[in-house]
């Protein structure tokens, strides 16, 4: 039974914002709400005592966006949730390129030990976490979470994605729906 000593993990692109299919977010205006997203986070954030966003954002290494100009669209992002009633305590960015192999890109687990350091309080049997590719969901196994896949829309689900995910939803309402 999920209550406040709960964790909510969250992919951004594809589960937070509509992702740009070969690209990347670059200003605030390029961020666009998912509606399901909207919808849902006021009754998540009412059963989980914690909103975690965890965001690899490989633009940063290719030099397509700054960090400082991520960092910008999240503090946008947290002003016009706050106006919504949506609660997100923190969002977690990896910058680095994939074949830097750090520690903080998904599907390694770095983004979620700092967010346990941040919260000491987080357990991660009791968290869930959500995404829309392989990487969150390894991610989410490797830190014993709950992991919740949604796919993107009218694609296949990759068959890989059955050995890690604990669920497979069509969108965040979906999940509430399963979890109320």
């Not at 305590?89 to 998904?106: G, S």
Request: aromatic share 10%.
């Amino acid at each position: 039974m999920i209550d406040r000593t709960w964790t909510l993990f969250l992919d951004r692109d594809g589960i937070v914002n509509e992702r740009i299919v070969g690209g990347y977010v670059k200003d605030f205006n390029q961020f666009v709400l998912k509606n399901d997203f909207l919808e849902a986070m006021p009754k998540l954030n009412s059963l989980f005592g914690k909103v975690i966003i965890v965001t690899n954002q490989q633009g940063v290494g290719k030099g397509l966006v700054s960090l400082n100009e991520v960092n910008m669209i999240h503090d946008s992002l947290l002003k016009e949730l706050s106006l919504k009633s949506i609660s997100i305590d923190k969002i977690y960015v990896c910058p680095h390129l994939a074949q830097m192999h750090c520690n903080c890109r998904k599907p390694e687990i770095g983004m979620g030990l700092l967010a346990q350091k941040d919260f000491p309080d987080i357990s991660f049997s009791k968290s869930v976490m959500i995404g829309d590719s392989l990487s969150d969901l390894i991610f989410g196994k490797r830190l014993k979470m709950k992991t919740v896949y949604i796919p993107e829309s009218n694609t296949a689900i990759p068959t890989e994605v059955f050995d890690y995910a604990d669920y497979i939803c069509n969108n965040l309402v979906d999940f509430y729906k399963l979890i109320e």
